[in-house]
């Protein structure tokens, strides 16, 4: 499957999440079926100012391994050429370049960067122009439906015109955050207006209502944010259905070997942080019947090792219970200490 000349395995990506789609939170992620993931947002400013790696904090964000590709890399901004700069100092590591136009948080708007972008859809298009005139990738932005009112066609076009070879579009206006419901219509109206792959973005909160919003969007391709935060087993639910017309769960036991694969790329690239791990201990096997007793010493866990003797006692404990088959050996992961 062919996206802006990328080779890609599954039509579900992963969407950009601040403070989320870190490098070991992309590899589960993949492993899990996603076909593309995107990086953090970093900001094309602070890395003109200093592009150096050794320093500066923002390429830290975008770390990135070969195992995880393909894999984009999303800049926001609002200055044109600081973009120049940004994309000369990290692109040889991604295979798209992906322009933030849709984050309504106050820490982008504020400067005029994120959602602030699409009261003047003019700006998008001079950054994509600028980023086509340096860059050797593919460039897409991500926008949504307009700020207050729906400009969504409008907006895309002129993207379009300056030459963006994707448009990635989430449902909802800038003002409306995430409330209400994502208007798959008007990404349907998007994906009629332009030539240029569209990727419909927006309540595709499981394996099903993903296919669902490729069909009521006529998109190619569907990416998905905030379902994967507390289920990354997401994706392979949708490719399931999608390639087999079959429903996948993931079991107790995918879902704890599935926090010990991200516990390990963590370990890997050097990127353990306690809070961040017990949360996503919680996170990723939500669905589970924990007792209020795993939970509460998940909670108090002091180090990273009583999160995982934790964790692998429980397995242990309720495997035999399992409803469903596992899908990976659990055969190397770390054994529950004896207590003493």
Known sequence: MD???????SPFFLAPMAAITSLPFRLMCRNQ???LVITEQINATQIARNPDPFTNNEFFTVKTAPEERPVGVQLFGAVEKDFIAAVDAVER??????????????????????A?????????????????????????????L???????????????????????VHGRTATQGYSGIADWDAIRKVREAVSVPVVANGDANSGAKALQMLEATMCDFGMIGRAAMTNPYIFREARELLENCAEWKASPSDKISGFFDYLGACERHDMV????LKLKAVQF??????????????????????VKRILAGFLQETLPRAQSHPTRSIHNMPRAAKSV
């Open 273 to 276: 942080k306690l809070s961040d």
């Open 93 to 114: 590591n991604f295979e798209l370049v992906n322009i933030n136009c849709g984050c309504p948080s106050h820490k982008e708007v504020s400067i005029g960067a994120g």
């Open 116 to 144: 602030a972008l699409l009261k003047e859809p003019s700006k998008i298009a001079g950054i994509v122009r600028t980023i086509k005139g340096v860059s050797s990738r593919p460039v897409t932005a991500k926008i949504r």
């Open 146 to 168: 307009g700020w207050e009112e729906n400009r969504s066609v409008a907006i895309a076009r002129e993207i379009e015109r300056a030459g963006a070879d994707a448009i990635m």
């Open 3 to 9: 996206f802006c000349g990328i080779r890609v395995d």
């Open 33 to 35: 079926g996603a076909g």
């Open 285 to 306: 096997t939500k669905g589970i019947d924990f007792t209020k007793q795993v939970r509460v010493q998940l909670q108090a866990a002091g180090d990273v090792a009583t």
